[in-house]
């Protein structure tokens, strides 16, 4: 178990705080955030119809992707480190590009590549992305002599604000160019995939303008085989390792919630809450509420995140605010007409935006403050937990009914919660006795 500094206590001493213009590294967590922006607002918005406009083909494609997401996450780390965090986060938008080009025209033979592809893709984007933003927070705290946890906090808290934006985005767009046509088909689908290629176009663009990490360009020297052997032959245990450590075991059942969470919003609520009450030309609408809130919950708790005390409780809010939202959907809700037919799952959409959001933000500032030195390792094994929470989620979409699935939902946030409250409790009993 790390030592109290491990969370709380300042990166450098008082000899190294020399007095000379510390560099910011706010620019790139701006270009960061809108290239993430513009890439997921097609791509969120696309995956939110998939199931309804592609139907099984749809939900299968995004359980092979997820499957895919899964395994590949497990190499994902290595991956990331051989080629740089940077060069990692452009390539892994080719794989978004691909995904929603492979649905002007949805088969099988299109959308299963396009699936496998992104699935690694989206593996070393997120690692990317995780270690990235982490390594420019500790460079940012040290050159500025500020506390390392409230940076991580704030950049984080920004870039998921931003990047939660693309469900609002994404789906007005959606909201203003898909209409529903007769017996439930839907017109302006060709028109709005073409605008979010162009979109995802630019967001691969400004990817390239993001400046790469200090000393990333040594990590590996270029062309040598005998640091790919020796990263090659690690690897199992650069897989294996995290798990062995008691804090990553309790925050796994949190890892797994937070992918499940989402794909029951992307499978279950689009299809069974939103699109009978609304239509499908109303889960643009439902989405851009659930975005709205998702950025505004994103930046809030990213200004509140401090340490684990926090986390906890910022952690504990969105829990308790999901978890409301499946016992009303569970015991009490009924789909009726007029006003509070549309506004209910809008409602709902609002307050399970709120819970992304404070997950978001506040797992990846907990990952980053306990799991300094394996940032590469750590935020792979969220994504592999958090992939195959929502592979399990797409394949049994079809099979369970939404009754079953809320009942699932409730036990995981029941489990999780609690598992990540004794994580808590523990690592502050650690702390005290150390003191």
Not at 95 to 120: E, H, Q
Request: with cysteine; glycine share 8%.
């Amino acid at each position: 178990m790390n030592s109290r500094e491990d969370e709380e206590a300042p990166l450098v001493s008082g000899e190294d705080r020399k007095a000379r213009p510390g560099k910011s590294y706010k620019r790139d967590v701006h270009i960061l955030s809108i290239s993430f922006l513009l890439i997921f607002l097609a791509y969120g918005a696309a995956q939110n119809l998939e199931t309804t406009v592609n139907k099984d083909l749809g939900t299968i494609s995004l359980g092979i992707l997820y499957v895919s997401f899964m395994f590949c996450s497990m190499v994902a780390s290595l991956v990331v480190r051989l080629m740089g965090s940077k060069n990692a986060l452009v390539l892994g938008t080719t794989g978004y590009w691909l995904f929603v080009a492979a649905n002007l025209k949805p088969s099988w033979i299109t959308m299963v590549p396009a699936s496998l592809y992104l699935g690694f893709a989206a593996s070393i984007i997120w690692v990317g992305q995780g270690t990235y933003l982490t390594s420019i927070a500790r460079s940012h705290a040290k050159d500025h002599d500020v506390h390392e946890g409230s940076v991580i906090g704030l950049f984080n808290g920004e870039f998921w604000a931003i990047f939660a934006c693309h469900q609002l985005f994404g789906n007005l767009i959606t909201l203003a160019l898909l209409k529903d046509g007769k017996e439930g088909s839907t017109s302006g689908t060709t028109l709005l995939l073409l605008v979010f290629l162009l979109s995802m176009t630019l967001g691969t663009i400004l990817m390239f303008f993001i400046r790469k990490i200090d000393g990333e360009d040594g990590k590996e020297p270029a062309g040598s085989s005998v640091g790919l052997v020796d990263s090659l032959v690690s690897l199992p245990r650069m897989i294996i390792t995290p798990l062995l450590d008691i804090r990553m075991l309790l925050i796994v059942p949190l890892l797994a919630y937070s992918g499940l969470q989402q794909a029951f919003v992307w499978a279950e609520f689009t299809k069974e809450i939103v699109t009978p009450a609304i239509g499908v030309s109303g889960v643009g609408g439902a989405m851009a509420v659930y975005g709205a809130l998702d950025a505004v919950c994103s930046i809030t708790a990213g200004r509140f995140t401090s340490g684990l005390s926090s986390i906890t409780f910022i952690v504990s809010g969105g829990a308790v605010a999901q978890a409301s939202v499946f016992l009303w959907l569970l015991l009490w809700y009924r789909q009726t007409s007029g006003v509070l037919g549309t506004a209910y799952p809008l409602i709902m959409a609002a307050i399970l935006g709120i819970g992304d959001g404070i997950l978001n933000t506040q797992i990846s500032a907990l990952l980053a403050l306990l799991f300094k030195h394996d940032t590469e390792g750590a935020f792979a094994q969220l994504k592999v937990w958090q992939s195959a929470a929502i592979a399990i989620v797409f394949f049994l979409s079809p099979y369970i009914s939404l009754q079953a699935m809320l009942i699932v939902m409730l036990v995981m946030v029941c489990v999780s919660l609690l598992s990540f409250l004794f994580l808590a409790l523990k690592v502050e009993n650690v702390f005290t006795r150390e003191e």
